[in-house]
């Protein structure tokens, strides 16, 4: 069979994606009458034509998108099998996190104290800093906007806590915000995945690395050279495990809150995905307009990343991919291994737009009339509290919680959130991966050292 050129592939798969999505509707709704024994040999068959189209395209990105619709099948029509696969997609998690640490160790020291001064190190950290704060302040305002106009919390009725299970949200102190930020002990960082520990970990060292003399510093200099090429090659055998992980975490998803959750919260869930994709159109789109970046091999660098990051809902997931895409499409090395881990602490976009909604939701659903002033406060204080959740599961939950401790708020809407955040973490964890592998451009360009790469990454 004569192979398919790219444009027919495209329209192919499409084509497929939009087939399933209208045979899994026709079951969920029973429209035309149509069965399940009708239905489910469809749909399985629309999968094996896919599973063609992806051995012809020859893609990691597309088994990784065909392993979420077989996710799905599974999950949707076997959850007795699927609910036990989540431990494919936790061996993939795991195999994830050990390369976080080594990863961000190396590149970071090789980045500060081999190729770069500190001067220019300061000055880029300064930038970043800057850039990051407006980004996540538009992010926060966009959500409280979002929320305010389609009061998705307004007249919901509260129901009782699982039961066993309760919600204590504890209020965090500046102090223990700001002592957070610092590691104790570094083994204890690195099992806990404090990423923002382990970066300022990583920048005092390489520091410290810069202000001794050739002869000391070169032995460490090359020992971490060569840990992140051997990291880089490390991550490219694990994503080979990719679609399996992917696949099993969408089967497992599916099958531990049914595709019928998307009905019963669509009003929440339509808010935080249409309030995403506003700030991805009219904050980020403009951003890279105005930074000249190329659209097109910028697209190409990030589906793989954030299709891994959407499918596990985990931004590490995503990490290794990202810097190794963006230092592929011309971006330094010493700039992606500083700005895209820090990014990770402080450019968290997608949760912090997530976060400002999800707050009101919590007071809307309590029947709470909060002002604008007082939304505002929380807001502000949302910005203090978000940064460096990324290393941390279920952070944002975190968050939420001793947000609502804070400004009084009861925790029982919360259980509601509880029952698709996992959907929600899809969306807004894309997000901060696309969020952050932009800033990596942005910087590299506002220091002049963007190399536009002659080849589609």
Same mark, same amino acid.
């Given at each position: 069979?004569?192979?398919?050129?790219?444009?027919?592939?495209?329209?192919?798969?499409?084509?497929?994606?939009?087939?399933?999505?209208?045979?899994?509707?026709?079951?969920?709704?029973?429209?035309?009458?149509?069965?399940?024994?009708?239905?489910?040999?469809?749909?399985?068959?629309?999968?094996?034509?896919?599973?063609?189209?992806?051995?012809?395209?020859?893609?990691?990105?597309?088994?990784?998108?065909?392993?979420?619709?077989?996710?799905?099948?599974?999950?949707?029509?076997?959850?007795?099998?699927?609910?036990?696969?989540?431990?494919?997609?936790?061996?993939?998690?795991?195999?994830?996190?050990?390369?976080?640490?080594?990863?961000?160790?190396?590149?970071?020291?090789?980045?500060?104290?081999?190729?770069?001064?500190?001067?220019?190190?300061?000055?880029?950290?300064?930038?970043?800093?800057?850039?990051?704060?407006?980004?996540?302040?538009?992010?926060?305002?966009?959500?409280?906007?979002?929320?305010?106009?389609?009061?998705?919390?307004?007249?919901?009725?509260?129901?009782?806590?699982?039961?066993?299970?309760?919600?204590?949200?504890?209020?965090?102190?500046?102090?223990?915000?700001?002592?957070?930020?610092?590691?104790?002990?570094?083994?204890?960082?690195?099992?806990?995945?404090?990423?923002?520990?382990?970066?300022?970990?990583?920048?005092?060292?390489?520091?410290?690395?810069?202000?001794?003399?050739?002869?000391?510093?070169?032995?460490?200099?090359?020992?971490?050279?060569?840990?992140?090429?051997?990291?880089?090659?490390?991550?490219?055998?694990?994503?080979?495990?990719?679609?399996?992980?992917?696949?099993?975490?969408?089967?497992?998803?599916?099958?531990?809150?049914?595709?019928?959750?998307?009905?019963?919260?669509?009003?929440?869930?339509?808010?935080?995905?249409?309030?995403?994709?506003?700030?991805?159109?009219?904050?980020?789109?403009?951003?890279?307009?105005?930074?000249?970046?190329?659209?097109?091999?910028?697209?190409?660098?990030?589906?793989?990343?954030?299709?891994?990051?959407?499918?596990?809902?985990?931004?590490?997931?995503?990490?290794?991919?990202?810097?190794?895409?963006?230092?592929?499409? *011309? !971006? $330094? &090395?010493?700039?992606?291994?500083?700005? /895209?881990? =820090?990014?990770? %602490? #402080?450019? +968290?976009?997608?949760?912090?737009?997530?976060?400002?909604?999800?707050?009101?939701?919590?007071?809307?659903?309590?029947?709470?009339?909060?002002?604008?002033?007082?939304?505002?406060?929380?807001?502000?204080?949302?910005?203090?509290?978000?940064?460096?959740?990324? *290393? !941390? $599961? &279920?952070?944002?939950?975190?968050?939420? /919680?001793? =947000?609502?401790? %804070? #400004?009084? +708020?009861?925790?029982?809407?919360?259980?509601?959130?509880?029952?698709?955040?996992?959907?929600?973490?899809?969306?807004?964890?894309?997000?901060?991966?696309?969020?952050?592998?932009?800033?990596?451009?942005?910087?590299?360009?506002?220091?002049?050292?963007?190399?536009?790469?002659?080849?589609?990454?």
């Amino acid at each position: 069979m004569p192979t398919l050129n790219k444009g027919r592939l495209s329209l192919l798969f499409l084509s497929i994606v939009v087939a399933y999505g209208l045979l899994m509707l026709a079951q969920e709704n029973n429209w035309l009458g149509l069965g399940t024994p009708v239905l489910i040999p469809l749909r399985i068959f629309v999968l094996l034509i896919f599973g063609y189209l992806v051995i012809q395209k020859k893609s990691l990105t597309a088994w990784i998108l065909y392993s979420m619709f077989v996710g799905t099948e599974i999950g949707y029509d076997n959850p007795e099998v699927a609910i036990h696969l989540q431990v494919l997609s936790k061996i993939f998690l795991r195999l994830i996190k050990t390369i976080i640490a080594p990863l961000l160790f190396s590149t970071l020291v090789v980045g500060i104290a081999g190729h770069a001064s500190l001067k220019q190190v300061g000055r880029m950290g300064l930038k970043s800093l800057i850039y990051f704060e407006v980004v996540t302040t538009i992010a926060l305002f966009i959500g409280l906007f979002a929320i305010n106009l389609t009061k998705a919390g307004v007249g919901i009725e509260l129901p009782p806590p699982p039961p066993g299970e309760t919600l204590v949200g504890q209020k965090q102190t500046a102090e223990e915000v700001i002592l957070h930020i610092f590691p104790e002990n570094i083994a204890k960082s690195i099992a806990d995945g404090q990423v923002l520990q382990i970066v300022v970990f990583s920048i005092l060292f390489a520091i410290g690395l810069a202000l001794v003399n050739e002869a000391k510093r070169k032995p460490m200099l090359d020992f971490t050279e060569s840990l992140a090429e051997v990291m880089f090659k490390f991550t490219r055998v694990v994503m080979y495990f990719a679609p399996v992980g992917v696949g099993a975490a969408i089967a497992y998803t599916v099958s531990h809150m049914g595709i019928g959750i998307l009905i019963n919260l669509f009003q929440l869930l339509a808010t935080l995905y249409g309030a995403l994709i506003f700030f991805l159109l009219f904050v980020l789109l403009p951003v890279a307009l105005i930074a000249k970046v190329p659209l097109k091999k910028f697209i190409n660098a990030i589906i793989e990343p954030v299709s891994i990051a959407f499918a596990t809902t985990s931004s590490e997931a995503a990490l290794p991919k990202a810097m190794e895409n963006m230092e592929k499409l *011309g !971006v $330094p &090395r010493k700039i992606v291994a500083f700005v /895209l881990p =820090t990014g990770y %602490s #402080f450019n +968290l976009d997608g949760t912090t737009l997530y976060l400002s909604l999800a707050s009101i939701f919590v007071a809307q659903a309590a029947g709470i009339d909060m002002s604008w002033g007082e939304q505002i406060v929380m807001i502000l204080t949302l910005m203090i509290t978000s940064k460096g959740v990324a *290393g !941390v $599961p &279920r952070a944002s939950l975190v968050i939420l /919680l001793g =947000t609502a401790a %804070s #400004f009084g +708020l009861p925790v029982a809407p919360i259980f509601i959130i509880l029952g698709i955040d996992e959907l929600m973490d899809m969306a807004r964890t894309s997000v901060n991966v696309i969020g952050n592998c932009l800033a990596t451009v942005v910087i590299a360009k506002w220091e002049g050292e963007y190399v536009e790469p002659a080849d589609t990454v």
